[in-house]
């Protein structure tokens, strides 16, 4: 099993659409939660930290769920430049950083 | 602030030959790091580094080797090329983990 599972997508959606992604993860010990987006052929940039008490930003909304062992990310009214590869990211400690391989979310017109 | 740097952004090398990718950041953060991106699996980390002269190993490190002399450089040398080691490599740096600041990467092919 690997350690952090992303749904690979794409996830294709109309404008203005709510979607939502989950991320699993196998070690109960992981202490730190983040999403970071990438577009096609550039660096990650983080989009938010992920707190036990959930986080929102705007139209963003993360969660933790440290019984079940994921995290999820919710995008209300999603914009075309929501379209991007959104990135799971655990860690357990500094030489432990899990990065998922990634879902692609596509928004259409 | 010109963030995190890299150089260079291409490189193609042969099976055996050895070079250094170029990363530094104008932050005065702490704690670096390198990764390499592969396609379809997540950013995997090499080696990182808390601080000037002190180093340590990721997840990936075999074939790779870094120093920090300063706070701001923290170059990730190839030994010798091998095509397993063709991927897109990035370098980040963060003040405490928390948000890590990437840089452009470099895109390394090794034939």
């Known amino acids: 099993r690997k350690e952090v599972e992303q749904d690979p997508g794409p996830f294709n959606v109309p404008e203005g659409a709510t979607v939502a992604f989950n991320c699993t993860y196998s070690n109960s010990a992981s202490q730190s939660f983040f999403w970071y987006r990438q577009d096609c052929r550039k660096e990650p940039k983080l989009l938010m930290s992920v707190y036990s008490s959930g986080n929102e930003d705007g139209r963003f909304t993360a969660q933790l769920n440290r019984a079940s062992q994921y995290i999820s990310l919710l995008i209300r009214d999603s914009k075309l430049s929501d379209s991007a590869t959104y990135l799971c990211v655990v860690e357990l400690s500094a030489s432990k950083i899990i990065f998922g391989s990634g879902t692609r979310l596509s928004i259409r017109p | 602030n010109a963030g995190v740097t890299q150089t260079p952004k291409f490189q193609v090398l042969k099976t055996g030959q050895s070079m250094t990718l170029q990363c530094a950041q104008d932050?005065?953060?702490?704690?670096m790091s390198w990764y390499r991106q592969d396609p379809g699996m997540g950013l995997r980390l090499i080696h990182y580094s808390v601080g000037a002269g002190i180093t340590d190993q990721g997840e990936v490190p075999n074939g790779y080797n870094v120093s920090r002399s300063t706070t701001e450089d923290f170059p990730l040398r190839l030994l010798s090329a091998a095509p397993s080691q063709t991927s897109v490599y990035f370098c980040?740096?963060?003040?405490?983990?928390?948000?890590?600041?990437f840089g452009p990467g470099t895109r390394l092919t090794v034939t």
């Open positions: 980040a740096s963060s003040y405490n983990r928390e948000e890590q600041y």
């Open positions: 932050m005065n953060h702490e704690y």
